[in-house]
């Protein structure tokens, strides 16, 4: 239990999502109540995890993707402390349809231009240029710059239709995920938010979600990730 809860490859994952783990690869009596029970007592996630509330108004619903990474979702998470990097925010960057995430950290003041180069290194080598774009209304995409470069690369620019949630609230979804997760990494280690940001992501990635039934990474590459709890399976430790 504590390996699944407490690694720096799972950095405290809720009752639900810590249950969804552990049954692919275990099974004991009374697994779930023992799972719900740890994870109750656990001290970082009480003062780490917060209710979220769902927003109350209608969002315009979005045609499903049909290929990965096909139509994406994007925002910012600003305001954080300044690393000694000069990193001061996160760029989230999330696949609508297997809800896979790039974490990227950013200073709010980046020009277009390197906004754009990280995009194109982070994203773009990765996974290719999307469809389309779904964003809040930032100035960085509503800029002639952004828009020209999305239309030169051959992608449509939504604008969503609220002051800042999302279109499909799937950047939201992603950054409530984040921002716990921050909060558990500092409250347990010390030490800059950035250095953690890697294995934020990883966690994130590997994270069974009710919504796809499965991690993003298992929707995106089509198999299990390998991590330190398959070593308990094999025997290897």
Not at 17 to 38: G, I, N, P, S
Request: proline share 5%; glycine share 4%; charged share 25%.
């Amino acid at each position: 239990l504590g390996e699944a809860h407490k690694s720096k490859l799972s950095i405290h994952p809720g009752a639900t999502k810590m249950y969804q783990d552990l049954k692919r690869m275990f099974w004991w009596f009374k697994m779930k109540k023992e799972v719900a029970q740890y994870v109750a007592t656990c001290l970082i996630c009480q003062k780490a995890k917060i209710e979220h509330q769902k927003p109350a108004r209608m969002l315009q619903p979005l045609d499903i993707p049909e290929w990965k990474w096909d139509n994406i979702a994007m925002d910012f998470v600003v305001g954080l402390p300044r690393t000694t990097h000069k990193f001061d925010s996160i760029w989230v960057i999330v696949d609508r349809l297997t809800k896979s995430a790039h974490f990227l950290p950013i200073n709010i003041r980046y020009s277009l231009e390197k906004l754009t180069e990280l995009y194109i290194r982070e994203i773009v080598r990765l996974h290719g240029v999307p469809s389309s774009i779904i964003s809040n209304r930032d100035p960085r995409f509503t800029s002639k710059f952004w828009g020209s470069l999305h239309k030169a690369l051959g992608t449509k620019l939504h604008l969503s239709s609220t002051y800042h949630p999302q279109t499909d609230e799937q950047s939201e979804r992603t950054i409530q995920s984040l921002k716990d997760l921050l909060r558990a990494c500092v409250l347990e280690d010390s030490g800059s938010w950035d250095q953690y940001l890697p294995l934020i992501e990883f966690t994130y990635n590997n994270s069974s979600y009710s919504s796809i039934g499965m991690a993003p990474y298992e929707a995106l590459y089509g198999r299990k990730c390998r991590t330190s709890l398959c070593w308990f399976e094999t025997g290897e430790i």
